[in-house]
T-cell receptor
Framework: DAMVIQNPRYQVTQFGKPVTLSCSQT?????MYWYQQKSSQAPKLLFH???????NEADTPDNFQSRRPNTSFCFLDIRSPGLGDAAMYLC?????????????FGPGTRLLVL | QQQVKQSPQSLIVQKGGISIINCAYE??????FPWYQQFPGKGPALLIAIRPDVSEKKEGRFTISFNKSAKQFSLHIMDSQPGDSATYFCAASCSIFGTGTRLQVFP
């Protein structure tokens, strides 16, 4: 089945220790998104890649970076995690960046910062 | 102008009842309004979506009503079932989410 896969499902890191979250997709979609979702809150878009073009949301902290080495994979790097970065991180894909495009979400990675 | 306001925050409905969730937006440039369903530990999944050129869209037990002049839209779940218990998010365009409604349907 075509899908969006996120690894790991749960990640524990220490305050200030860099961490990388992984997302892969078999949908061959051009766009990949990263969202942060804190408990009982809506997902908040951090950034997205349209092919190799990186698009950062204006209020995304510099602490968050992303890499997309190929169509299938996209990584979220948190350079120095703080306690406030504990959240569910959701990866999503869409065929194009159009505002009417359906997004397909992965199951998320829950990040705990100790 | 980029916000989508959603209510109620939580909703308890008896099995067989109607669940109604409301959303309001400000930016008239939005032209796509999806609803997502999210179960605990899972990512959101598209449930149903509407474009502002229609006032209602129905898929099975799920109906979106859209009021363009009032800049409001709502999700109606008919004959609500315990399996519908989840968090529902409205959205404008594809990435601006409402604050979510936790729906619990009791037998």
């Amino acid at each position: 089945d075509a899908m969006v896969i996120q690894n790991p499902r749960y990640q524990v890191t220490q305050f200030g220790k860099p961490v990388t979250l992984s997302c892969s997709q078999t949908l061959n979609h051009n766009v990949m998104y990263w969202y942060q979702q804190k408990s009982s809150q809506a997902p908040k878009l951090l950034f997205h890649y349209y092919d190799k073009d990186f698009n950062n949301e204006a209020d995304t902290p510099d602490n968050f970076q992303s890499r997309r080495p190929n169509t299938s994979f996209c990584f979220l790097d948190i350079r120095s995690p703080g306690l406030g970065d504990a959240a569910m991180y959701l990866c999503a894909t869409s065929r194009s960046p159009g505002l009417q495009e359906t997004q397909y979400f992965g199951p998320g990675t829950r990040l705990l910062v100790l | 102008q980029q916000q989508v306001k959603q209510s109620p925050q939580s909703l308890i409905v008896q099995k067989g009842g109607i669940s109604i969730i409301n959303c309001a937006y400000e930016n008239t440039a939005f032209d796509y309004f999806p609803w997502y369903q999210q179960f605990p530990g899972k990512g959101p999944a598209l449930l149903i979506a509407i474009r502002p050129d229609v006032s209602e869209k129905k898929e099975g037990r799920f109906t979106i009503s859209f009021n363009k002049s009032a800049k409001q839209f709502s999700l109606h779940i008919m004959d609500s079932q315990p399996g519908d218990s989840a968090t529902y998010f409205c959205a404008a365009s594809c990435s601006i989410f409402g604050t979510g409604t936790r729906l619990q349907v009791f037998p």
